[in-house]
Protein backbone atom coordinates (compact mmCIF):
# COMPACT_ATOMS: atom_id res chain seq x y z
CA UNK A 1 0.00 0.00 0.00
CA UNK A 2 1.92 3.36 -0.85
CA UNK A 3 2.58 5.39 2.64
CA UNK A 4 1.16 9.20 1.81
CA UNK A 5 4.43 11.28 2.93
CA UNK A 6 3.87 13.27 6.15
CA UNK A 7 2.21 16.62 6.81
CA UNK A 8 -1.19 18.13 7.29
CA UNK A 9 -3.82 15.67 6.35
CA UNK A 10 -5.53 15.96 3.40
CA UNK A 11 -9.30 16.16 5.17
CA UNK A 12 -7.41 18.60 7.86
CA UNK A 13 -6.27 20.83 5.14
CA UNK A 14 -9.78 20.54 3.22
CA UNK A 15 -11.23 21.81 6.58
CA UNK A 16 -9.15 24.51 6.77
CA UNK A 17 -10.08 25.50 3.47
CA UNK A 18 -13.63 25.47 3.57
CA UNK A 19 -13.59 27.24 6.58
CA UNK A 20 -11.68 30.19 5.32
CA UNK A 21 -13.60 30.06 1.79
CA UNK A 22 -17.01 30.19 4.11
CA UNK A 23 -15.41 32.99 6.52
CA UNK A 24 -14.40 35.09 3.27
CA UNK A 25 -18.12 34.69 1.57
CA UNK A 26 -19.90 35.85 5.01
CA UNK A 27 -17.81 38.61 5.02
CA UNK A 28 -18.20 39.27 1.92
CA UNK A 29 -22.40 38.97 2.24
CA UNK A 30 -22.26 41.57 4.90
CA UNK A 31 -20.17 43.94 3.29
CA UNK A 32 -22.72 44.10 0.30
CA UNK A 33 -25.69 44.14 2.93
CA UNK A 34 -24.21 46.73 4.50
CA UNK A 35 -23.47 48.94 1.58
CA UNK A 36 -26.84 48.14 -0.16
CA UNK A 37 -28.91 48.97 2.87
CA UNK A 38 -27.36 52.32 3.71
CA UNK A 39 -26.59 54.11 6.61
CA UNK A 40 -29.53 53.64 9.99
CA UNK A 41 -30.00 56.55 11.68
CA UNK A 42 -30.35 56.67 15.59
CA UNK A 43 -33.39 58.93 16.95
CA UNK A 44 -34.71 59.63 20.21
CA UNK A 45 -38.18 58.64 21.56
CA UNK A 46 -39.89 61.80 21.78
CA UNK A 47 -37.92 62.59 17.42
CA UNK A 48 -39.63 59.35 16.64
CA UNK A 49 -42.96 60.46 17.74
CA UNK A 50 -42.97 63.55 15.81
CA UNK A 51 -42.05 61.73 13.06
CA UNK A 52 -45.14 59.57 13.41
CA UNK A 53 -47.76 62.59 14.00
CA UNK A 54 -46.09 64.50 10.70
CA UNK A 55 -46.82 60.87 8.50
CA UNK A 56 -43.57 60.62 7.24
CA UNK A 57 -42.74 57.33 8.96
CA UNK A 58 -43.65 54.21 6.71
CA UNK A 59 -42.84 50.89 8.46
CA UNK A 60 -42.29 50.22 12.06
CA UNK A 61 -40.85 46.79 13.11
CA UNK A 62 -41.31 46.41 16.94
CA UNK A 63 -39.15 44.16 18.54
CA UNK A 64 -39.53 44.04 22.51
CA UNK A 65 -38.72 47.81 23.80
CA UNK A 66 -36.30 48.28 20.06
CA UNK A 67 -38.39 49.99 17.88
CA UNK A 68 -36.34 49.71 14.03
CA UNK A 69 -38.24 51.50 11.11
CA UNK A 70 -38.10 52.98 7.61
CA UNK A 71 -39.45 56.32 6.74
CA UNK A 72 -41.02 57.10 3.58
CA UNK A 73 -37.83 58.68 1.91
CA UNK A 74 -36.18 55.01 2.30
CA UNK A 75 -34.11 55.90 5.46
CA UNK A 76 -33.38 53.44 7.63
CA UNK A 77 -34.16 54.51 11.49
CA UNK A 78 -33.64 53.10 15.09
CA UNK A 79 -35.02 54.34 18.30
CA UNK A 80 -35.46 52.74 21.79
CA UNK A 81 -38.85 52.71 22.98
CA UNK A 82 -41.58 51.90 25.91
CA UNK A 83 -41.85 49.07 27.37
CA UNK A 84 -44.04 46.43 26.86
CA UNK A 85 -47.49 46.24 28.60
CA UNK A 86 -46.85 49.91 29.69
CA UNK A 87 -49.53 52.80 29.26
CA UNK A 88 -46.77 54.78 26.91
CA UNK A 89 -46.64 51.58 24.74
CA UNK A 90 -50.51 51.32 24.12
CA UNK A 91 -50.57 54.48 22.99
CA UNK A 92 -48.16 54.22 20.61
CA UNK A 93 -49.31 51.19 19.10
CA UNK A 94 -52.67 53.50 18.82
CA UNK A 95 -50.71 56.25 17.56
CA UNK A 96 -49.32 54.03 14.37
CA UNK A 97 -52.49 52.11 13.56
CA UNK A 98 -54.09 55.89 13.57
CA UNK A 99 -51.79 57.36 10.93
CA UNK A 100 -51.60 54.01 8.68
CA UNK A 101 -48.16 52.99 9.69
CA UNK A 102 -47.16 49.48 8.55
CA UNK A 103 -46.46 47.40 11.41
CA UNK A 104 -45.05 44.36 12.90
CA UNK A 105 -44.20 43.01 16.24
CA UNK A 106 -41.31 40.31 16.67
CA UNK A 107 -39.96 38.99 19.71
CA UNK A 108 -36.87 40.06 21.32
CA UNK A 109 -33.77 37.86 20.09
CA UNK A 110 -30.07 37.67 20.44
CA UNK A 111 -29.52 36.81 17.41
CA UNK A 112 -28.74 40.68 16.35
CA UNK A 113 -26.04 40.24 19.04
CA UNK A 114 -24.41 37.57 17.76
CA UNK A 115 -23.89 38.80 14.34
CA UNK A 116 -22.54 42.02 15.87
CA UNK A 117 -20.29 40.48 17.91
CA UNK A 118 -18.96 37.84 15.22
CA UNK A 119 -18.98 40.38 12.53
CA UNK A 120 -15.54 42.01 14.88
CA UNK A 121 -14.50 38.22 15.26
CA UNK A 122 -14.18 37.24 11.75
CA UNK A 123 -11.54 39.06 10.67
CA UNK A 124 -9.37 38.08 13.97
CA UNK A 125 -10.24 34.68 13.23
CA UNK A 126 -9.46 34.71 9.77
CA UNK A 127 -5.74 36.30 10.16
CA UNK A 128 -5.42 33.77 12.82
CA UNK A 129 -6.02 31.34 10.37
CA UNK A 130 -3.84 31.82 7.57
CA UNK A 131 -0.81 32.92 9.58
CA UNK A 132 -1.12 29.52 11.12
CA UNK A 133 -1.45 27.80 7.27
CA UNK A 134 1.36 29.83 6.29
CA UNK A 135 3.42 28.73 9.49
CA UNK A 136 3.05 25.53 8.22
CA UNK A 137 3.60 25.96 4.34
CA UNK A 138 6.85 27.40 5.75
CA UNK A 139 8.13 24.83 8.44
CA UNK A 140 6.08 21.82 8.09
CA UNK A 141 3.30 19.90 9.62
CA UNK A 142 4.03 22.43 13.16
CA UNK A 143 4.32 26.38 13.10
CA UNK A 144 6.58 26.11 15.99
CA UNK A 145 9.19 23.50 14.29
CA UNK A 146 11.80 26.17 13.57
CA UNK A 147 14.83 24.99 15.35
CA UNK A 148 14.15 21.08 14.17
CA UNK A 149 16.88 19.50 11.62
CA UNK A 150 15.48 19.82 7.97
CA UNK A 151 17.96 16.72 6.93
CA UNK A 152 16.13 14.17 4.90
CA UNK A 153 16.20 10.22 5.66
CA UNK A 154 17.26 8.75 2.53
CA UNK A 155 16.74 4.84 2.25
CA UNK A 156 17.43 2.14 -0.36
CA UNK A 157 14.32 2.16 -1.98
CA UNK A 158 14.49 6.23 -2.35
CA UNK A 159 17.92 5.98 -4.06
CA UNK A 160 18.31 3.66 -6.73
CA UNK A 161 21.93 5.24 -6.89
CA UNK A 162 25.12 2.60 -6.28
CA UNK A 163 28.48 1.78 -7.54
CA UNK A 164 27.60 0.83 -10.68
CA UNK A 165 26.07 4.61 -11.80
CA UNK A 166 29.64 6.03 -10.74
CA UNK A 167 32.19 5.68 -13.36
CA UNK A 168 35.31 7.41 -14.52
CA UNK A 169 36.68 7.79 -10.62
CA UNK A 170 37.72 4.24 -9.32
CA UNK A 171 40.23 5.36 -7.16
CA UNK A 172 37.47 7.60 -5.30
CA UNK A 173 35.32 4.49 -5.02
CA UNK A 174 37.73 2.73 -3.52
CA UNK A 175 38.29 4.78 -0.89
CA UNK A 176 34.83 5.53 0.24
CA UNK A 177 33.62 1.68 -0.46
CA UNK A 178 35.60 1.35 2.73
CA UNK A 179 32.71 3.21 4.75
CA UNK A 180 30.37 0.92 3.43
CA UNK A 181 32.66 -1.67 4.13
CA UNK A 182 32.87 -0.09 8.25
CA UNK A 183 29.06 -0.12 8.17
CA UNK A 184 28.20 -3.64 7.49
CA UNK A 185 30.61 -5.29 9.48
CA UNK A 186 32.87 -2.74 12.03
CA UNK A 187 33.91 -6.15 14.04
CA UNK A 188 36.59 -6.49 10.80
CA UNK A 189 37.80 -2.92 11.63
CA UNK A 190 37.98 -3.15 15.22
CA UNK A 191 39.58 -6.77 15.42
CA UNK A 192 42.94 -4.79 14.03
CA UNK A 193 41.95 -2.18 16.30
CA UNK A 194 41.35 0.00 13.15
CA UNK A 195 39.50 3.75 13.46
CA UNK A 196 37.03 4.47 10.77
CA UNK A 197 37.28 8.68 10.27
CA UNK A 198 34.89 10.65 11.36
CA UNK A 199 34.42 13.02 8.78
CA UNK A 200 35.22 12.00 4.96
CA UNK A 201 35.23 15.52 2.86
CA UNK A 202 34.53 15.35 -0.78
CA UNK A 203 36.74 18.16 -2.37
CA UNK A 204 36.62 18.78 -6.54
CA UNK A 205 35.14 21.36 -9.15
CA UNK A 206 31.57 21.55 -9.93
CA UNK A 207 29.73 18.72 -11.84
CA UNK A 208 32.27 15.99 -10.62
CA UNK A 209 30.39 13.50 -9.58
CA UNK A 210 30.64 14.51 -5.23
CA UNK A 211 27.01 14.22 -4.60
CA UNK A 212 25.83 11.49 -6.93
CA UNK A 213 29.02 9.44 -5.13
CA UNK A 214 27.44 10.37 -1.64
CA UNK A 215 24.02 9.06 -3.05
CA UNK A 216 25.64 5.82 -4.52
CA UNK A 217 26.97 5.54 -0.91
CA UNK A 218 23.48 5.53 0.47
CA UNK A 219 22.36 3.03 -2.18
CA UNK A 220 25.41 0.49 -1.17
CA UNK A 221 25.22 1.43 2.79
CA UNK A 222 21.99 -0.05 3.73
CA UNK A 223 22.51 2.10 7.17
CA UNK A 224 20.45 5.28 7.79
CA UNK A 225 21.52 8.35 5.39
CA UNK A 226 20.73 11.74 6.72
CA UNK A 227 21.51 14.46 3.81
CA UNK A 228 20.98 18.02 4.32
CA UNK A 229 22.45 21.29 2.07
CA UNK A 230 24.81 23.95 4.06
CA UNK A 231 22.30 26.56 3.44
CA UNK A 232 19.46 25.20 5.22
CA UNK A 233 21.01 25.83 8.29
CA UNK A 234 21.85 28.96 8.64
CA UNK A 235 18.64 31.52 9.38
CA UNK A 236 18.04 35.39 9.46
CA UNK A 237 17.45 34.67 13.25
CA UNK A 238 20.35 33.84 15.30
CA UNK A 239 20.81 30.73 17.20
CA UNK A 240 18.70 28.69 14.49
CA UNK A 241 21.25 26.82 13.19
CA UNK A 242 23.17 25.88 15.99
CA UNK A 243 20.00 24.40 17.02
CA UNK A 244 19.57 22.65 13.63
CA UNK A 245 22.64 21.24 13.99
CA UNK A 246 22.24 19.68 17.58
CA UNK A 247 18.82 17.78 16.50
CA UNK A 248 20.36 17.03 13.20
CA UNK A 249 23.27 14.95 15.36
CA UNK A 250 20.58 13.99 17.69
CA UNK A 251 18.79 12.23 15.30
CA UNK A 252 22.19 10.85 13.62
CA UNK A 253 22.92 9.32 17.21
CA UNK A 254 19.28 7.78 17.66
CA UNK A 255 19.97 5.96 14.28
CA UNK A 256 23.85 5.04 14.15
CA UNK A 257 25.33 3.50 12.71
CA UNK A 258 24.95 5.69 9.89
CA UNK A 259 25.93 8.88 7.62
CA UNK A 260 25.19 12.50 7.86
CA UNK A 261 25.81 14.00 4.32
CA UNK A 262 25.94 17.78 4.37
CA UNK A 263 26.22 18.95 0.87
CA UNK A 264 28.04 22.42 -0.29
CA UNK A 265 29.57 22.66 3.31
CA UNK A 266 31.16 25.97 2.68
CA UNK A 267 27.87 27.58 3.13
CA UNK A 268 28.11 27.07 6.80
CA UNK A 269 32.00 26.38 7.22
CA UNK A 270 33.38 29.26 6.12
CA UNK A 271 36.08 30.52 8.12
CA UNK A 272 35.31 32.48 10.78
CA UNK A 273 36.11 36.69 11.87
CA UNK A 274 36.37 37.03 7.61
CA UNK A 275 34.23 39.35 5.55
CA UNK A 276 33.09 42.96 6.05
CA UNK A 277 32.32 44.07 9.91
CA UNK A 278 34.26 40.99 11.29
CA UNK A 279 31.98 37.40 10.79
CA UNK A 280 28.35 36.93 10.67
CA UNK A 281 27.27 35.58 13.98
CA UNK A 282 25.00 32.97 13.24
CA UNK A 283 26.69 31.24 10.89
CA UNK A 284 29.42 31.03 12.98
CA UNK A 285 27.64 29.78 16.06
CA UNK A 286 26.10 27.26 13.51
CA UNK A 287 30.07 26.29 12.97
CA UNK A 288 31.33 26.23 16.40
CA UNK A 289 27.86 23.93 17.09
CA UNK A 290 28.74 22.09 14.11
CA UNK A 291 32.65 21.73 15.47
CA UNK A 292 31.69 20.37 19.09
CA UNK A 293 29.05 18.09 17.97
CA UNK A 294 32.18 16.40 15.83
CA UNK A 295 34.46 16.78 18.58
CA UNK A 296 32.09 14.85 20.79
CA UNK A 297 31.73 11.99 19.11
CA UNK A 298 32.74 8.43 20.28
CA UNK A 299 34.74 5.94 18.83
CA UNK A 300 32.26 3.92 18.79
CA UNK A 301 29.41 5.89 17.77
CA UNK A 302 28.72 4.54 14.41
CA UNK A 303 28.32 8.39 12.58
CA UNK A 304 30.19 9.33 9.84
CA UNK A 305 29.94 12.48 8.63
CA UNK A 306 30.19 12.54 4.40
CA UNK A 307 30.49 16.29 3.30
CA UNK A 308 30.95 18.20 -0.16
CA UNK A 309 32.34 21.10 -1.32
CA UNK A 310 33.91 22.83 -4.25
CA UNK A 311 35.88 25.56 -2.38
CA UNK A 312 37.92 24.18 0.30
CA UNK A 313 40.22 27.23 0.23
CA UNK A 314 37.08 29.00 2.32
CA UNK A 315 36.88 26.65 4.65
CA UNK A 316 37.45 27.28 8.43
CA UNK A 317 40.74 25.31 10.06
CA UNK A 318 39.13 23.99 12.88
CA UNK A 319 37.05 21.93 10.36
CA UNK A 320 40.09 19.87 8.14
CA UNK A 321 41.65 18.92 11.21
CA UNK A 322 42.18 15.15 12.34
CA UNK A 323 39.32 14.26 14.25
CA UNK A 324 36.61 16.45 12.31
CA UNK A 325 37.17 15.77 8.89
CA UNK A 326 39.89 13.39 8.96
CA UNK A 327 40.63 12.04 5.60
CA UNK A 328 40.17 14.26 2.12
CA UNK A 329 39.31 13.09 -1.24
CA UNK A 330 39.80 14.74 -4.13
CA UNK A 331 37.19 14.09 -6.98
CA UNK A 332 38.88 15.39 -9.99
CA UNK A 333 38.16 15.70 -12.86
CA UNK A 334 37.61 12.16 -15.70
CA UNK A 335 40.45 11.34 -17.66
CA UNK A 336 40.22 9.78 -21.30
CA UNK A 337 39.48 6.48 -19.84
CA UNK A 338 36.96 7.81 -17.41
CA UNK A 339 35.05 9.89 -19.93
CA UNK A 340 34.71 6.94 -21.84
CA UNK A 341 33.46 4.96 -19.02
CA UNK A 342 30.91 8.26 -17.59
CA UNK A 343 29.87 7.95 -21.40
CA UNK A 344 28.87 4.14 -21.44
CA UNK A 345 26.58 4.93 -18.21
CA UNK A 346 25.26 7.83 -19.43
CA UNK A 347 23.87 6.14 -23.04
CA UNK A 348 23.17 2.69 -21.45
CA UNK A 349 19.72 3.33 -21.84
CA UNK A 350 19.63 5.54 -25.30
CA UNK A 351 19.40 3.71 -28.19
CA UNK A 352 22.86 4.25 -29.88
CA UNK A 353 23.61 3.84 -33.86
CA UNK A 354 26.14 1.58 -35.03
CA UNK A 355 28.06 4.59 -36.04
CA UNK A 356 28.75 6.23 -32.26
CA UNK A 357 32.04 5.89 -31.20
CA UNK A 358 31.99 6.69 -27.45
CA UNK A 359 35.68 6.67 -28.03
CA UNK A 360 36.11 9.21 -29.91
CA UNK A 361 33.81 11.10 -28.11
CA UNK A 362 35.90 10.82 -24.87
CA UNK A 363 39.18 12.22 -26.87
CA UNK A 364 36.88 15.28 -28.03
CA UNK A 365 35.58 16.24 -24.50
CA UNK A 366 38.45 17.08 -23.05
CA UNK A 367 38.28 19.02 -19.57
CA UNK A 368 34.16 17.86 -19.30
CA UNK A 369 33.03 16.35 -16.08
CA UNK A 370 30.47 14.18 -15.56
CA UNK A 371 27.82 16.55 -15.68
CA UNK A 372 28.83 17.95 -19.19
CA UNK A 373 28.29 14.47 -20.06
CA UNK A 374 25.55 14.40 -18.95
CA UNK A 375 23.95 17.21 -20.45
CA UNK A 376 26.21 15.60 -23.96
CA UNK A 377 24.04 12.80 -24.06
CA UNK A 378 20.76 14.19 -23.41
CA UNK A 379 21.43 17.35 -25.93
CA UNK A 380 22.05 14.56 -28.96
CA UNK A 381 19.12 12.42 -27.50
CA UNK A 382 17.23 15.41 -27.77
CA UNK A 383 18.43 16.44 -31.49
CA UNK A 384 17.66 12.49 -32.47
CA UNK A 385 14.45 12.55 -31.40
CA UNK A 386 13.57 16.43 -32.84
CA UNK A 387 14.26 14.76 -36.42
CA UNK A 388 12.43 11.53 -35.95
CA UNK A 389 15.45 9.40 -35.73
CA UNK A 390 14.96 5.83 -34.70
CA UNK A 391 18.75 6.32 -32.88
CA UNK A 392 20.88 8.50 -32.22
CA UNK A 393 23.67 9.06 -34.52
CA UNK A 394 27.61 10.22 -34.36
CA UNK A 395 26.22 13.70 -36.10
CA UNK A 396 23.94 14.34 -33.08
CA UNK A 397 26.78 13.62 -30.83
CA UNK A 398 29.10 16.10 -32.72
CA UNK A 399 26.15 18.71 -33.16
CA UNK A 400 25.18 18.70 -29.52
CA UNK A 401 29.35 18.98 -28.95
CA UNK A 402 29.37 22.53 -30.96
CA UNK A 403 26.14 23.58 -28.43
CA UNK A 404 27.66 22.68 -25.81
CA UNK A 405 30.92 24.27 -26.81
CA UNK A 406 29.83 27.11 -28.59
CA UNK A 407 26.24 27.79 -28.29
CA UNK A 408 23.33 27.43 -30.47
CA UNK A 409 23.95 27.85 -34.69
CA UNK A 410 22.13 31.34 -35.52
CA UNK A 411 21.81 30.37 -39.08
CA UNK A 412 19.27 33.22 -39.57
CA UNK A 413 21.50 35.89 -38.56
CA UNK A 414 21.82 38.09 -41.38
CA UNK A 415 25.49 39.55 -42.13
CA UNK A 416 26.58 41.93 -44.96
CA UNK A 417 28.84 40.33 -48.03
CA UNK A 418 31.85 42.15 -46.59
CA UNK A 419 31.59 41.18 -42.86
CA UNK A 420 31.07 37.79 -44.15
CA UNK A 421 34.37 37.62 -46.32
CA UNK A 422 36.47 39.23 -43.37
CA UNK A 423 34.73 36.44 -40.93
CA UNK A 424 36.06 33.93 -43.13
CA UNK A 425 39.86 35.34 -43.82
CA UNK A 426 39.96 34.97 -40.11
CA UNK A 427 38.63 31.90 -38.94
CA UNK A 428 40.94 30.77 -42.34
CA UNK A 429 43.92 32.17 -40.42
CA UNK A 430 43.14 30.44 -37.46
CA UNK A 431 42.78 27.19 -39.26
CA UNK A 432 45.93 27.77 -41.55
CA UNK A 433 48.58 28.98 -38.89
CA UNK A 434 47.07 25.85 -36.50
CA UNK A 435 48.53 23.75 -39.82
CA UNK A 436 51.61 25.26 -39.94
CA UNK A 437 53.18 24.84 -36.61
CA UNK A 438 54.18 22.12 -35.30
CA UNK A 439 52.91 21.69 -31.50
CA UNK A 440 49.28 23.18 -32.14
CA UNK A 441 46.25 20.96 -31.09
CA UNK A 442 44.78 19.28 -33.78
CA UNK A 443 42.18 21.19 -35.75
CA UNK A 444 38.47 19.55 -35.52
CA UNK A 445 36.29 21.66 -37.62
CA UNK A 446 36.36 25.67 -39.12
CA UNK A 447 33.04 27.57 -39.67
CA UNK A 448 31.34 30.93 -40.28
CA UNK A 449 27.97 29.76 -38.88
CA UNK A 450 27.48 32.54 -35.94
CA UNK A 451 27.01 30.64 -32.37
CA UNK A 452 25.77 31.55 -29.19
CA UNK A 453 26.37 35.25 -28.34
CA UNK A 454 28.98 37.18 -29.69
CA UNK A 455 30.70 33.95 -32.25
CA UNK A 456 30.85 35.00 -35.75
CA UNK A 457 32.44 31.64 -36.48
CA UNK A 458 35.41 29.72 -34.45
CA UNK A 459 38.04 27.20 -35.45
CA UNK A 460 37.17 24.48 -33.51
CA UNK A 461 40.66 22.60 -32.08
CA UNK A 462 40.72 19.64 -29.23
CA UNK A 463 43.62 17.99 -28.02
CA UNK A 464 44.23 14.44 -29.30
CA UNK A 465 44.78 13.06 -25.32
CA UNK A 466 44.63 14.61 -21.82
CA UNK A 467 47.90 17.02 -21.23
CA UNK A 468 49.05 17.55 -18.11
CA UNK A 469 52.61 19.54 -18.82
CA UNK A 470 52.82 21.76 -21.57
CA UNK A 471 56.66 23.48 -22.69
CA UNK A 472 57.42 26.87 -23.47
CA UNK A 473 57.42 25.31 -27.41
CA UNK A 474 54.16 24.38 -27.14
CA UNK A 475 52.36 27.41 -25.22
CA UNK A 476 54.15 29.79 -28.10
CA UNK A 477 52.37 27.57 -30.93
CA UNK A 478 48.98 28.47 -28.77
CA UNK A 479 49.98 31.87 -29.02
CA UNK A 480 50.71 32.09 -32.31
CA UNK A 481 47.04 30.35 -33.42
CA UNK A 482 45.37 32.45 -31.19
CA UNK A 483 46.87 35.56 -33.06
CA UNK A 484 46.11 33.64 -36.73
CA UNK A 485 42.96 35.48 -37.80
CA UNK A 486 43.94 39.36 -36.57
CA UNK A 487 46.82 38.54 -38.67
CA UNK A 488 44.87 37.16 -41.46
CA UNK A 489 42.74 40.52 -41.58
CA UNK A 490 45.91 42.29 -41.07
CA UNK A 491 47.34 40.87 -44.26
CA UNK A 492 44.72 40.82 -46.59
CA UNK A 493 42.69 43.83 -45.56
CA UNK A 494 45.37 46.07 -44.56
CA UNK A 495 43.43 47.31 -40.81
CA UNK A 496 42.47 45.74 -37.96
CA UNK A 497 38.64 44.97 -36.56
CA UNK A 498 36.69 44.02 -33.65
CA UNK A 499 36.71 40.49 -34.48
CA UNK A 500 40.07 39.79 -32.71
CA UNK A 501 38.68 40.81 -29.63
CA UNK A 502 38.50 37.45 -27.42
CA UNK A 503 41.84 36.06 -29.15
CA UNK A 504 43.67 39.04 -27.95
CA UNK A 505 42.00 38.70 -24.33
CA UNK A 506 43.17 34.78 -24.25
CA UNK A 507 46.59 36.02 -26.05
CA UNK A 508 47.32 38.51 -23.42
CA UNK A 509 46.24 36.27 -20.24
CA UNK A 510 48.26 33.47 -21.84
CA UNK A 511 51.15 35.53 -22.03
CA UNK A 512 50.98 36.86 -18.66
CA UNK A 513 50.97 33.12 -17.01
CA UNK A 514 53.81 31.86 -19.19
CA UNK A 515 55.88 35.57 -17.76
CA UNK A 516 54.43 35.51 -14.17
CA UNK A 517 53.79 32.14 -13.28
CA UNK A 518 55.49 29.61 -15.21
CA UNK A 519 58.55 31.55 -14.84
CA UNK A 520 59.44 31.18 -18.85
CA UNK A 521 60.77 34.74 -19.73
CA UNK A 522 64.61 35.00 -20.35
CA UNK A 523 64.97 38.20 -18.96
CA UNK A 524 63.58 37.67 -15.62
CA UNK A 525 64.66 34.23 -15.10
CA UNK A 526 62.57 30.92 -13.19
CA UNK A 527 60.37 33.19 -11.13
CA UNK A 528 57.04 33.01 -9.79
CA UNK A 529 56.36 36.55 -9.06
CA UNK A 530 52.45 35.57 -8.72
CA UNK A 531 51.18 34.93 -4.94
CA UNK A 532 48.30 33.28 -4.42
CA UNK A 533 45.58 35.85 -1.81
CA UNK A 534 42.39 34.61 -0.76
CA UNK A 535 39.77 38.13 -1.15
CA UNK A 536 38.66 38.64 2.40
CA UNK A 537 35.59 39.93 1.13
CA UNK A 538 34.36 37.61 -1.22
CA UNK A 539 36.54 34.62 -0.45
CA UNK A 540 36.85 33.55 -4.15
CA UNK A 541 39.38 35.84 -6.15
CA UNK A 542 43.30 34.83 -6.42
CA UNK A 543 44.84 37.93 -6.39
CA UNK A 544 48.09 38.66 -7.71
CA UNK A 545 50.46 40.57 -5.45
CA UNK A 546 52.10 43.54 -6.06
CA UNK A 547 54.67 43.33 -3.77
CA UNK A 548 57.75 43.66 -6.06
CA UNK A 549 59.50 46.83 -7.29
CA UNK A 550 58.32 49.05 -10.05
CA UNK A 551 61.19 48.22 -12.07
CA UNK A 552 60.27 44.56 -11.82
CA UNK A 553 56.69 45.58 -13.04
CA UNK A 554 57.68 47.26 -16.05
CA UNK A 555 60.00 44.19 -16.67
CA UNK A 556 56.87 42.11 -16.45
CA UNK A 557 54.48 44.30 -18.95
CA UNK A 558 58.16 44.42 -21.20
CA UNK A 559 57.99 40.56 -21.14
CA UNK A 560 54.11 40.20 -21.57
CA UNK A 561 54.21 42.34 -24.63
CA UNK A 562 57.08 40.77 -25.97
CA UNK A 563 55.51 37.21 -26.17
CA UNK A 564 52.25 38.80 -28.03
CA UNK A 565 54.22 41.06 -30.65
CA UNK A 566 56.94 38.13 -31.36
CA UNK A 567 53.85 35.71 -31.96
CA UNK A 568 51.79 37.67 -33.90
CA UNK A 569 54.62 38.72 -36.30
CA UNK A 570 55.27 35.11 -36.30
CA UNK A 571 51.33 34.39 -37.75
CA UNK A 572 51.90 37.47 -40.15
CA UNK A 573 54.84 35.96 -41.41
CA UNK A 574 53.49 32.32 -41.93
CA UNK A 575 49.96 33.48 -43.70
CA UNK A 576 51.79 36.27 -45.95
CA UNK A 577 53.87 32.87 -46.73
CA UNK A 578 51.15 30.66 -47.37
CA UNK A 579 48.87 33.56 -48.68
CA UNK A 580 47.29 31.08 -51.74
CA UNK A 581 46.79 28.60 -48.86
CA UNK A 582 44.17 31.09 -47.08
CA UNK A 583 42.85 32.16 -50.23
CA UNK A 584 41.58 29.27 -51.00
CA UNK A 585 40.41 27.85 -47.49
CA UNK A 586 38.22 31.45 -47.40
CA UNK A 587 36.33 31.26 -50.83
CA UNK A 588 35.58 27.27 -49.54
CA UNK A 589 34.47 29.02 -46.26
CA UNK A 590 32.35 31.63 -48.17
CA UNK A 591 31.26 28.55 -50.44
CA UNK A 592 30.29 25.57 -47.39
CA UNK A 593 30.56 27.92 -44.09
CA UNK A 594 31.53 24.90 -42.36
CA UNK A 595 34.88 22.71 -43.48
CA UNK A 596 35.91 19.47 -41.29
CA UNK A 597 39.38 18.15 -40.79
CA UNK A 598 39.35 16.21 -43.66
CA UNK A 599 38.08 19.10 -45.78
CA UNK A 600 41.24 21.60 -44.84
CA UNK A 601 43.40 18.43 -45.10
CA UNK A 602 42.60 17.43 -48.94
CA UNK A 603 42.74 21.86 -49.43
CA UNK A 604 46.12 22.01 -47.94
CA UNK A 605 47.44 18.69 -49.17
CA UNK A 606 49.19 20.62 -52.26
CA UNK A 607 50.12 24.18 -50.04
CA UNK A 608 51.17 23.00 -46.99
CA UNK A 609 52.80 19.58 -46.77
CA UNK A 610 53.63 19.91 -43.27
CA UNK A 611 53.75 22.41 -40.48
CA UNK A 612 56.53 24.60 -40.06
CA UNK A 613 58.49 26.12 -37.34
Not at 113 to 135: A, D, K, N
Not at 160 to 171: C, L, M, Q, S
Not at 219 to 224: C, I, N, Q, T
Not at 273 to 301: K, Y
Request: proline share 5%.
Amino acid sequence: MEKRPMGTPWNLRLLTFLLVLGLVVFMVVQLFQTGTTGRTNSFSYSHFLDLVRAGRVAEVVVRGARIEGILRTGERFVTQGPPENSPAYAELVSLLDAQGVSLQFESPSSASWFWTILSYLLPVLLLVVLWSWMMRRMQGTNAFTFTQSRAKLVTKEYTRVTFKDVAGIDEVLEEVREIVDYLRDPGRFARLGAKIPKGILLVGPPGTGKTLLARAIAGEAGVPFFSISGSDFVEMFVGVGAARVRDMFQKAKANAPCIVFIDELDAVGRKRGAGIGGGHDEREQTLNQLLAEMDGFEGDTGVIVLAATNRPDVLDPALLRPGRFDRKIVVPPPDLRGREAILRVHTRNKKLAPDVDLAVLARRTPGFVGADLENLCNEAALLAARKNKPAIEMADFEEALERVITGLARKGMYIKEEERRRIAYHEAGHALVSKLVPNADPLLKVTIVPRGIGALGYALQLPAEDRYVLTKAELLDRLTVLLGGRAAEEVVFGDQTTGATEDLKHATELAKRMVVEYGMSEELGPLSLGKERTNIFLGEEIVKSDEHSEELTAAIDREIRRFVLEAYERAKNLISRYREALDRLAQELLRRETLDKEDVDRLLADLVPQPVG
